[in-house]
C-alpha cells in the first residue's frame, strides 16, 4: 500500500484557499481513499515556511511522496488534469467521472 | 539641494546618480529600472540595496527572480559588498524565487503570488527594511504562463511595498534599445518613476548611458547621462560638473611657468584655474606643460603629467632637450607622469584612472597634453562630458590644471568646434597661432578669456627656442586672429552628433 503525502500552502482563508483544499481532497478520497495525508500550510501566517518551500504562487500542492515530489499550482478546478499532474491513480470504476479520451 | 518639493527622495547612494536625480529616487515609491541585457539593471539594484546600508545604514531585501541569491552574493564580493555578513547582521535579506531544479510547476485554475507577497511581508518586517530591490521581473512572467495574472499580481506587490514605507527599484528587461520600456508592459503599473539604462556601440565604443524617463512630481535632470561599471566603484555616472556647486573660488594666484603669460594673465593662473592651451604642432604646448610642472616643483609642490601623445621616452629626451631634468622630479617623489594611448581605454575610464591617482597622489598641478589624442577615439559629447567631469574633480581639489589642444588644420588656430566648446568650461584660454603679417608667418599668443579678473586683451608675438616660450611685442596690424573659424554659433552650438537615436 502506497501511502501519499501532499503539502498545501495557501494564502489566507480566501474562496481560492478553500476550493484548493476541497478539489485536493475530493481527488484524494475518490482515488486514494485512506492511504494519504494533506498537510495545509497559510503563508500569510506561516510566511517562514513558504520562504523555506520556495513558494510564489497560491495555492500551491506539492505531492511530497511518493517522490519524485510534483508540483502543481492552481485551485485544481480541473479534476482530470489535476490528477493527472499530481500522478494520482487512475480511477477504478471509470463510471461516475467521465472516461479519459 | 534644489528640487525636492512635495515628494521626498531617497539618496541612492550610487556615485553620481543622485546628482542626475537630484537628490535621489521618489521614497516610498516603486522606481522601474528598465534596460537591454547587460545594461546593469542587476547591478544597479544590488547597489541601491548595498550603497545603502553602507552609506545610510538601511537595511534592504532583494527579491530575485533569475539570478540565485547565492550568484548574487559571489558577484557582488568582488565589488566589496559582503552580503553574507549582512545578511547575518540582519541587515540584508534574500527572497529567493529563482526557479530551482525540480520545481517546474504546471498550472490547473486559478492562482495568485500570494507566498510571495507574504515572503516579501516578512523579510520586510524582519529586517526593519528601508528598501526593496525586484529583479528582474520579466524571468516571472517567463515562468508562469497566465500574463494577464503576473501583471495584476506585481500591480498588487507594488501598492503593498508602497503601504511597508519601502522604497523599492524594479528591473524589467527590455527587447531593444529605443524601442518601448519594457517587454510585457509592466511599466503600466510603475508608469511614475521610470530610469532606463543603455548600453549601446557608438562609433566602436560601449556607451552606457542612465536616463530618468519621469519621476511623479518630482524634478530631475534629463537626458541620457554615461556611466560606467567600474570594478572597484560599480556604477560611475560621469559628468558630474554642473552639478556640484563650485563653492568656493581661489583668489590665490600661481606661477605658469613663464613670466610674460603670468603678466598677461593678470598676475599668474588662479589656484583653481583651469586653462586650456591650443595651438598647432610646434607651438611650444609640451614645453610650455612641463615649465608649468617645474615650477611646482621649485615650490615643492606635487604634480601629474599625463600625456596621450608621446611615449614616457619620448617626453623624457624631449624634457632633457629643453634642461628640465624630469627624472629626478620624478625621483624625489614630487611628480607622477602618466603615459597612456587614448585608444587602451574609454574615456570614462581614463577619468576614472585620473580620479583615482588624483586620489591617491594629491597633486596640485596637472597637466593633460592633449586632449586632442582623446578626440581621435570618443565622440565631441562624450570628450565633453570627460572634461566637465574631471573638471568637477579638479575644482574640488583645487588644482591647477593645464590641458593642451591641436587643430586638426595645420594654420587653424582655434581647433575643432569641441576644443572651442571645452573652452567654455575652462577660465583661461591660451590661444597659439600661426598668423601672417606683412608677408611673414609668425607665431602669434592670445589669452582669451580670464574668469574674473583684468588681462592683456592683446595679441602678442611669440618666439619658442630651446630655453622655452618668450613671449613678445604686442602685434599690431593683426586684426584676425580669429578668422573665421570662430564665432558665437561655432563655440556653442551643439555637435550634430547626438546622443540619441537608433544608429541605425
Known sequence: ?101 | MSGGGRIERMPTGINGFDHVALGGLPANRSTLVSGTTGSGKTLFAIEFLARGIMRFNEPGVFVTFEETAGHIRRNSASLGFPIERWEDEGKWAFVDASMGIGEEEQAIGSYDLGALVARIQHAVRQTGARRIALDSLGAIFTRFTGVETIRHELIRIASILETLGVTSVLTAERPAEYDGVTRYGVEQFVLDNVIILRNVLRQGRRNRTVEIVKFRGAPHRSGEWLFTIDPQDGIVVVPLAFLMSSGRASSERVSSGNTELDEMCGGGFYRDAIVLMSGPTGTGKTLAGLRFIATAFEAGERSLFCTFDETREQLLRNADGWGLDIRSMQASGLLQVISDYPEVASPEDHFLQLRRTIEEFGPRRLVIDTLSALERVVTPRALLDFVIALGAVLRQNEITTLFTARPTGRLMATGTPTTAEIAGFTDVWVLLQYVERVGEIQRAITVLQTRGSAHDQGIREVTVDGTGMHIGERLRGVSQVLTGDISPAILWAPESEETDGPSE
Not at chain 1, 37 to 50: N, T
Not at chain 1, 54 to 72: E, S
Open chain 1, 1 to 101: 500500500m502506497t501511502t501519499y503525502s501532499f503539502r498545501l500552502y495557501v494564502a489566507g482563508n480566501t474562496e481560492r484557499s478553500k476550493a484548493a483544499e476541497v478539489n485536493l481532497r475530493f481527488l484524494c478520497d475518490a482515488r486514494l481513499p485512506g492511504t494519504y495525508e494533506v498537510e495545509v500550510i497559510d503563508a500569510a501566517e506561516r510566511p517562514d515556511l513558504a520562504e523555506e518551500g520556495r513558494i510564489l504562487a497560491t495555492p500551491t500542492v506539492i505531492r511530497l511522496a511518493p517522490t519524485p515530489q510534483r508540483r502543481v499550482i492552481g485551485d485544481l478546478s480541473d479534476h482530470d488534469r489535476a490528477a493527472v499532474a499530481l500522478g494520482l491513480p487512475v480511477l477504478e470504476e471509470p463510471s461516475s467521472e467521465r472516461q479519459r479520451r
